[in-house]
């Protein structure tokens, strides 16, 4: 196997969830996101650990990613969170996931693809309170809830919204917050007042599990800090999932005056070590992290020097080195930085520095 590799710590995704778990009390489902390949950690073997943990629902952002769960054998309901096309009705049907709707034409559609299957159709009513993205406006949400319990080929199992800024502590996305959830919570009644079981009711994505009770209902939806970021530490602690490792391939000394990769942007001050790692932006180490970044050997820290090439990096590990050719790099995660201030360093989010983990690097499941 190559020397680039993602250690994924499944007895910390699972801890995470327990964490989750002891917040949110006993009652309220759980339900893991595990779109984009599980945030980049690998999405079949955290969707089982997610179940072998308690989840009772997993969630997915393409009927491809749903199929791949299918195919892996998870049996639990899996929402579908975007809009399929017409033509990918039917096989997200076929593979019995819950489809959000959030128009008449969605629903028309649901209805029309469970002709090809002998059960009803779960669907979800997507609102939308103020993320701007999907579902429908609070007022129309009777009308379709109607069109919906009107259609035998369809069950409404479930009403939901998504928040749009539940993981800030600024006193006007709070403010926000509970907007959407009054805008969300009167939709609903209106809907049990007319005589139509709304099914589970759910809102919470990380920032809503974290800092906004009021938002659980039936169900929650986090993800990110399942896999280990969390808005506000103190009130969840989590510990990061992903772990990105390398190993030094060659190691060489250096002069004064002598540049480092593309473009010659680094030039070494005084005499140097410098170290070559086979890790670069084609494996999702952005190249925004040129001179931004360090990495850590055993207990100490070594800074990226050069451009960051797309499939190579070089690290000044210093004049007077003990570090050997083929020793163990930590890129981050582990004892080295989190991707959560590699994101920072960026102006990015964790999110998206685990998503964009390539897939030519492979996962190793630790701890299951
Ligand atoms: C991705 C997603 C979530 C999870 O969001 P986090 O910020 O990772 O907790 C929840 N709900 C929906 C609809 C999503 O698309």
Known sequence: MRATKAIIHIDKFQQNITAVRTLIGPTPLICVPVKANAYGHGAVALARAAVDAGAQYLAVATVDEGAQLRKAGISVPIVLLS???????????????????????????????????????????????????????????????????????????????????????????????????ARFTSAIESIRQSGINPGIVHAANSGGVVLHPASYFDMVRPGIVLYGYSPVPALLPVQPVMELVTQIVGIKNITRGESISYGRTWVAPADTTIATLPVGYGDGLNRLLTGKHRVCIHDAFYPLVGRICMDQCMVDLGPDTTIRRWEQVTIFGGVADSAAIVASRIGTIPYEVTCNIAKRVPRLYRGA
Do not use: W
């Open 83 to 181: 809009i399929p096309l017409p033509e990918e009705f039917i096989r997200a049907v076929q593979h019995q996931l819950t489809l959000f709707v959030a128009d008449h034409e969605g629903i028309n559609l649901a209805v029309h693809a469970a002709s090809s299957t002998k059960q009803r159709v779960p669907v979800h009513l997507k609102i939308d309170t103020g993320m701007g993205r999907i579902g429908c406006r609070p007022e129309e949400a009777v009308d379709l809830a109607r069109h919906i319990v009107g259609s035998p080929a369809l069950e409404y199992a479930g009403t939901a919204t998504h928040l749009a800024a539940s993981d800030s502590q600024h006193a006007d996305d709070i403010l926000y917050t509970q907007q959407q959830l």
